[in-house]
């Protein structure tokens, strides 16, 4: 593409400047493509926004295959993105390199190409330079190709050094998108002759330019497609005649406008008759040859059934890949992988069969499976399994997906693998993340088949958001495992036992998050008169709050220990958090049940107030006076409450999950507790248990819990 005369499509005004802005970039960009065989390239620059990069000049192909990417955070995990961010030059070699390293650009673009990005650094950080290469080009650059790559983006840098000096090089609004401009000695003569032997030929022909529009038509092109050439000429395809507006047909123009190879599909015109596309892309556009499908071989066969009264069978399978990539999104933990796999992406394959394994301490586990042995979890479980284990093991050490579609070829990958399954098809994906084998994953058919590359490309980038679920499920379980173990290790194992009081409490997870929180409670025994019951409530649900809540915790009872009235506990114990400068919020509610006296001195830190219900009477909210959540103010003060707990009085601790979530109304749902506990009475058999039982069930079912809830009860005995 480069050494020829080009143009630039839609300056647009900005404030930054219109898309001429970037005008002196045009030469060197495209020589460097020349030099190193690039089919499209892109320049990114750094925005005004200094956490963003953006789109500034674009050859080779359509702006709207770059809508995805008009602009890109520099945290994003993509190849410019991290070129920018690690100043290095990244290089991606292939589609399955991009399914392991680049799920989210593999799934948008799911077409064998090769990419580099090289950031573009002088003066300052001012960009990226972005190029692709066809399937063709070898899975690693030579030394030759880099040098010419860092001289292109050198000469970038240097250029735009020079811009800086009068003014912010910031991108236009608007990306300006080179067009190649074929050079002609006579074009009217040679558009003559053109025209004249394609009519000669029985197939219609019609050409296309990059962005997908069409710029010639043969007489029996535009009579194969229903329509004339003054009302095709300048119009997408997918637009201009109503039956191709199907997703097949645009994704085979994106397949061989960024493979540069052949690519050729069937499709029903209405009613019932088949046309053959076949396409044969350039760096300036596409040859389209129509005819009937008896005329020729496919380079790449994609079909498309249409006609048939409902949407095209692709277009299905389109919206079932995206639903499924966005349920592997989804996935939180290990299993969650596993049963999206087995129970949704399979069946959008089309697979009877499929494995799913991962790696831990280099070991393969198998962690779900369906299709083969009913009720085996396990490789030891029977040979049918066992067979698949192995298979298994040698696909997570290959690194390469394979697609073996008879059962010769399966019994070549792994003996006798077809037979005792009675599986003979199989596509075979190992899973990788930064360059790292995380498991692998198989699909079974009971049927001898054959893998199409457009096939291959979904099974390819389905197979990196896999890997990608997985290893983030991975850590997302180690991360609860030591969340779980931490909680365990601070919540107290067991209630101190008093001879005047009773005590009982629960604790129970939100139904969404980490299953750990910072909800607190604790019961410590002063002496045979004197008990101090507490509790807490750290916001969060992850490992940092329920280390918080550890702190918060052991500095009650440390203070307690050292005889402070309870004002003085929580004043403490704030200022102790409001040192370590968390950004965490935590209640508190503290009582100090004098059992002789049956008196109770509370203090609040923001908490929700106690439930009380004397002997006899109904049961009712404490009137209690709040104090400023721990850590939140320098020099805090917490008014002291002071309540009569006469022998057999119950009292009810509770955090904010068991009353708080929204659009329930706070002082209804503290009303029903209490209404509950009042209706209650006293358990048969004395005991606090079913009490607390029972009021958890208070929780409305219609709402799920997002929030942790703990419950301490009590009751003072005579």
Request: hydrophobic share 45%.
């Amino acid at each position: 593409m480069g050494g020829v005369a080009t143009r630039a499509h839609g300056p647009a005004p900005d404030a930054g400047g219109d898309a001429d802005a970037v005008a002196y970039l045009d030469a060197p960009f495209q020589e460097c493509m020349r030099q190193v065989g690039a089919i499209a390239g892109a320049v990114y620059l750094r925005d005004a926004d200094p956490g963003m990069l953006r789109l500034a000049l674009l050859s080779g192909l359509p702006l709207d295959l770059m809508s995805p990417w008009l602009s890109a955070a520099i945290p994003a995990p993509l190849p410019g993105t991290d070129a920018y961010r690690e100043q290095r030059f990244v290089w991606v070699g292939s589609q399955e390199e991009m399914a392991h390293v680049y799920p989210r650009v593999a799934a948008a673009l799911p077409y064998p190409f090769a990419l580099g990005a090289l950031p573009i650094t002088g003066a300052h950080r001012w960009g990226i330079l972005l190029l692709m290469w066809p399937p063709t080009h070898p899975p690693v650059t030579n030394a030759r190709e880099r040098r010419n790559i860092a001289a292109g983006a050198h000469r970038l840098a240097r250029l735009i050094d020079a811009e800086a000096r009068r003014r912010l090089p910031l991108p236009p609004h608007e990306p300006r998108v080179l067009v190649a401009a074929s050079p002609v000695q006579d074009p009217s003569q040679r558009a003559l002759a053109a025209a004249d032997a394609l009519e000669r030929l029985p197939v219609g022909a019609c050409g296309l330019d990059l962005q997908g529009r069409f710029s010639y038509l043969s007489p029996r092109a535009a009579e194969l497609l229903g329509s004339t050439e003054a009302d095709l000429l300048g119009t997408l395809p997918w637009h201009s005649v109503p039956w191709l507006d199907n997703p097949v047909c645009e994704d085979g123009y994106r397949a061989a406008l960024l493979s540069r190879e052949p690519v050729s599909f069937t499709v029903v015109r209405p009613p019932d008759e088949s046309l053959l596309f076949r396409l044969y892309p350039d760096g300036s556009g596409i040859t389209v040859l129509l005819s009937k499908p008896e005329t020729g071989p496919a380079a790449v066969r994609m079909r498309a059934d249409l006609g048939s009264g409902g949407p095209p069978r692709s277009a299905a399978h389109l919206y079932q890949v995206v639903h499924v990539a966005a349920a592997l999104t989804e996935a939180a933990t290990v299993l969650d992988v596993a049963e999206v796999v087995t129970e949704q992406v399979a069946p959008v394959l089309d697979a009877q069969g499929a494995v799913l394994c991962k790696i831990r301490d280099g070991r393969l586990l198998m962690i779900g499976h369906a299709g083969f042995v009913p009720g085996a979890a396990e490789p030891s479980a029977g040979p049918p399994l066992d067979t698949v284990y192995g298979a298994a093991a040698r696909a997570a050490g290959g690194g390469r997906a394979r697609f073996l579609g008879s059962a010769a070829e399966a019994d070549r990958f792994h003996p006798r693998l077809a037979e005792l399954t009675g599986k003979p098809a199989w596509a075979v994906l190992p899973l990788v993340t930064h360059q790292e084998p995380t498991g692998c994953c198989l699909f079974a058919y009971d049927r001898e088949r054959t893998f199409e590359a457009g096939e291959r490309a979904v099974f390819t980038s389905l197979s990196g958001l896999i890997a990608q679920a997985l290893d983030r499920a991975r850590l997302y379980d180690e991360q609860r495992r030591i969340g779980h173990g931490l909680q365990e290790a601070l919540l107290p194992r067991a209630l101190d036992r008093h001879p005047k009081l009773e005590a009982v409490a629960r604790y129970l997870p939100a139904t969404r998050g980490m299953d750990i929180g910072g909800d607190f409670y604790d019961l410590i025994r002063i002496d045979d008169d004197t008990v101090i019951a507490v509790i807490g409530d750290v916001e969060g649900h992850n490992v940092a709050a329920a280390a918080m809540m550890g702190q918060v915790r052991t500095a009650i009872r440390a203070h307690t220990s050292a005889g402070a009235p309870p004002d003085q506990v929580l004043a403490r114990t704030s200022r102790l958090l409001d040192d370590l400068h968390t950004d965490l919020l935590a209640s508190c509610l503290y009582l100090r049940l004098d059992l002789v006296r049956h008196r109770a001195l509370l203090a609040s830190a923001g908490h929700l107030p106690p439930l009380l219900r004397p002997p006899g009477g109904p049961c009712t909210v404490a009137d209690v006076a709040p104090g400023p959540l721990l850590g939140t103010v320098p020099d805090p003060e917490y008014p002291l409450t002071e309540l009569d707990l006469p022998p057999e009085t119950l009292i009810g601790l509770y955090t904010d999950g068991l009353v708080e979530a929204p659009g329930i109304d706070l002082d209804r749902q503290l009303a029903k507790c209490a209404a509950l506990l009042s209706d209650l009475g006293e358990p048969e058999d004395g005991r606090l248990d079913p009490l607390v039982d029972i009021l958890l069930r208070a929780w409305p079912h219609d709402f799920p819990r997002s929030d942790d809830i703990a419950v301490l009860l009590l009751r003072t005995r005579p």
